[in-house]
């Protein structure tokens, strides 16, 4: 057991991502950036992974952002079938030719109800707090006054009224989760609303605070054979007078002790985005490329980002809540090809 948990902090130590809200086409392998009530709710007692996005190399420096997250799930005797699930995420990205950095760490907690006798239908109630640090190299930007008839000249004082290069501050988050677990397939609804004390957000010093941003997510998972299954879902964002709407599908086909993913997903009015991956001995690997269709597409020549993910379980069950009936093949015994949902 301590092998397989220095595993995981090697994956959520190596990595810590964004400067502005965090943006992954892969929504549902950043569970614990999509919803606190995520945390420790899947089917497997241990869950770690990493996620990588490079996005807009093809119109200039790109947007490089990177994270990292670990969870478990704590059942106690007195919680009966109920169970909470603990987590932690880093995250950083680097924004642009200014370097503008964008640093959280992020404590999450969950706690999962069940609405029904055998755990079939359950609430996910959590919350998460980040510290989160920004910073610049104002060396790297250039400024009105900079401008000398002929060109830019960093040399030249640029009269900004910066407070300074670095600020930090914490970060609350809250959501809720309803999932229901039939005989051949998940159904799960839920909400999260991020940065809920509307922390100061300013390189100026100014009381410019952070708007809350509410998530609404859904969709269901259905076992349509042994040997196959789909996933569709869907992720409604707002936050100020920015919204973005990324729904689609994904698709597993079973061979042996692998699996073949493949999927066709669409952010509203901007990308067409296709995933491929391989899932091994509970090692998930997805691969996604946006195919931007936005009017930026004549400069981004239909190049968006590219994203990995990767995630890794430990000791799957049948089913995500403890008790009552799981997914069972013939024979009440669950079949080897069917799904242990990784990135749930």
């Known amino acids: 057991m301590n092998k397989i948990f220095n595993i995981c902090l090697v ?26 009530a995520l945390t420790g709710h899947h089917p497997c007692k241990l ?25 478990t799930k704590l059942k106690a005797g007195f919680l009966g079938n109920d169970w909470f699930g603990i987590g932690g995420l880093a995250f950083n990205d680097r924004a642009g030719d200014g370097y503008l950095f964008k640093t959280k760490y992020m404590a999450s907690a969950s706690y999962n109800k069940g ?18 640090n920004r910073s610049v190299r104002f060396g790297n930007f250039y400024f009105d006054n900079q401008w000398n008839g002929f060109e830019f000249d960093q040399n030249m004082a640029s009269y900004e009224n ?31 609303l991020n940065h809920i004390n509307r922390p100061v957000d300013s390189f100026y010093g100014t009381d410019n605070r952070l708007g809350m941003k509410l998530i609404v997510h859904g969709g269901t998972e259905i076992q349509l054979s042994d040997r196959l299954g789909i996933r569709p879902e869907g992720m409604f964002t ?58 930026l597409y004549p400069a981004s020549h239909i190049k968006g980002g590219i994203e990995l993910s990767l995630v890794k379980t430990f000791f799957c069950s049948d089913r ?4 009552g009936k799981g997914k069972k093949g013939r024979g009440g015994r669950r079949n080897k090809n069917e799904l242990c949902p990784a990135y749930r």
């Open 11 to 36: 994956i959520f130590f190596t990595v810590s991502v964004q400067a502005q809200d965090i943006h992954f086409s892969q929504f549902s392998s950043a569970p614990l950036l999509l919803n606190p």
């Open 47 to 71: 869950r770690c992974g990493l996620n990588y996005r490079n996005q807009w190399g093809s119109i200039g420096t790109p947007f490089i952002t990177q994270s990292g997250f670990i969870d």
């Open 115 to 132: 609405l029904s006798s055998d755990n079939s239908f359950f609430v996910s109630l959590g919350a998460s707090l980040g510290y989160v």
């Open 162 to 192: 910066f407070a300074g290069n670095s600020y930090s501050y914490l970060d609350l988050n809250g959501g809720i989760l309803l999932t229901y677990e039939g005989t051949r397939g998940t159904v799960f609804l839920g909400s999260s």
């Open 238 to 295: 707002t936050q100020e007078l920015a919204k973005e709407i990324v729904f689609g599908l994904n698709v597993y086909m079973a061979f042996n002790d692998a699996k073949l993913y493949f999927g066709l997903w669409h952010r509203l009015a901007g990308d067409f985005i296709p995933v491929a991956g391989l899932e091994y001995k509970k090692f998930l690997f997805l691969f996604s490329k946006d195919l931007n269709v936005s009017p």
């Open 320 to 323: 995500i809540a403890p008790g």
